[in-house]
């Protein structure tokens, strides 16, 4: 009775994944930039072109958004971006914070930012970046409801937010709507932080990488320069990493399969480093 159980799982398993139905290669990144910065169009553009690689824009009308041409994307540019093949991702309208408190505002605030893209020939939003990398569980069948596949998150709980360290997504263990990113970058990285965080995208792991403004003339403390980036991107480029927009990950990974607890593997995570800590 036992193997009988079993082997109706394995098999609803196997027909649950059909949707995904190419195997995760190694060395799979995926590239985000949060918050609509200007340089994600003039500086982050052309680069990503220029090795033609995939990305996703997280975007936002918070701060001074819509009077702030200098540090911040027009819709037109943001649309254009969109015609290019990149993914405008949905980071909610105001920028805010997915806390138990907030977490009532969340489907107004993602529906408005949707309107905000279909207003500009950009279809509805599939992937979320949480903005300020704040989480609750209480969100995850709010964005599944609002058609959201998958939700990015920071690196945090599991290592704290001032490091932008992180772990990669591994699918089947993370839940699809808590996303790890596997660095967040910062003004303070060199070359082997970043080597660092995509050195983890293998055996069935991908390494989703968060950036800002590039260089982020808005918010110093999460800028990374241009000569940083172009730095990143030939890592990538030299090495023959593929990497792909947040949505691409649908050609690997089926968001319907979640883990029935989301936070049990970053419990792990914490539990496995504070292990470490200790025995240093």
Same mark, same amino acid.
């Given at each position: 009775?036992?193997?009988?159980?079993?082997?109706?799982?394995?098999? %609803?398993?196997?027909?649950?994944?059909?949707?995904?139905?190419?195997?995760?290669?190694?060395?799979?990144?995926?590239?985000?930039?949060?918050?609509?910065?200007?340089?994600?169009?003039?500086?982050?553009? /052309?680069?990503?072109?220029? &090795?033609?690689?995939?990305?996703?824009?997280?975007?936002?009308?918070?701060?001074?958004?819509?009077?702030?041409?200098?540090? &911040?994307?027009?819709?037109?540019?943001?649309?254009?971006?969109?015609?290019?093949?990149?993914?405008?991702?949905?980071?909610?309208?105001?920028? %805010? !914070?997915?806390?138990?408190?907030?977490?009532?505002?969340?489907?107004?605030?993602?529906?408005?930012?949707?309107? #905000?893209?279909?207003?500009?020939?950009?279809?509805?939003?599939?992937?979320?970046?949480?903005?300020?990398?704040?989480?609750? $569980?209480?969100?995850? /069948?709010? @964005?599944?409801?609002? !058609?959201?596949?998958? =939700?990015?998150?920071? !690196?945090?709980?599991?290592?704290? &937010?001032?490091?932008?360290?992180?772990?990669?997504?591994?699918?089947?263990?993370?839940?699809? @709507?808590?996303?790890?990113?596997?660095?967040?970058? #910062? /003004?303070?990285?060199?070359?082997?932080?970043? $080597?660092?965080?995509? =050195?983890?995208? %293998?055996?069935?792991?991908?390494?989703?990488?968060?950036?800002?403004?590039?260089?982020?003339?808005?918010?110093?403390?999460?800028?990374?320069?241009?000569?940083?980036?172009? =730095?990143?991107?030939?890592?990538? =480029?030299?090495?023959?990493?593929?990497?792909?927009?947040?949505?691409?990950? @649908?050609? &690997?990974?089926?968001?319907?399969?979640?883990?029935?607890?989301?936070?049990?593997?970053?419990?792990?995570?914490?539990?496995?480093?504070?292990?470490?800590?200790?025995?240093?």
């Amino acid at each position: 009775m036992r193997l009988l159980l079993s082997a109706c799982i394995v098999l %609803m398993f196997v027909a649950s994944t059909a949707v995904a139905s190419e195997p995760i290669p190694d060395k799979l990144v995926v590239l985000t930039f949060d918050d609509a910065s200007k340089s994600h169009f003039i500086v982050a553009r /052309p680069l990503l072109k220029k &090795y033609k690689f995939g990305a996703t824009f997280f975007v936002t009308e918070r701060f001074d958004f819509t009077t702030n041409k200098r540090d &911040y994307m027009t819709w037109d540019e943001i649309a254009r971006l969109h015609k290019d093949g990149f993914e405008i991702g949905n980071h909610t309208l105001d920028h %805010m !914070g997915v806390t138990d408190k907030t977490v009532g505002n969340l489907a107004a605030q993602v529906r408005a930012l949707n309107e #905000r893209c279909k207003a500009h020939g950009i279809p509805a939003p599939v992937s979320f970046a949480y903005p300020g990398n704040a989480i609750t $569980k209480n969100a995850l /069948p709010i @964005l599944k409801d609002l !058609g959201i596949k998958f =939700a990015r998150r920071g !690196g945090s709980p599991e290592f704290p &937010y001032k490091e932008g360290r992180g772990f990669a997504f591994e699918p089947g263990l993370d839940h699809p @709507l808590l996303v790890p990113s596997a660095g967040d970058a #910062r /003004p303070g990285w060199t070359l082997e932080d970043f $080597k660092r965080a995509v =050195a983890q995208a %293998m055996h069935g792991k991908i390494a989703v990488l968060q950036f800002h403004g590039v260089p982020d003339t808005a918010h110093n403390w999460v800028t990374t320069l241009k000569e940083q980036f172009e =730095a990143y991107l030939k890592v990538l =480029a030299d090495n023959r990493f593929q990497v792909i927009a947040l949505r691409d990950l @649908l050609r &690997y990974v089926d968001p319907e399969i979640a883990p029935s607890n989301p936070w049990g593997v970053i419990e792990d995570r914490r539990r496995q480093l504070g292990g470490a800590q200790q025995k240093q």
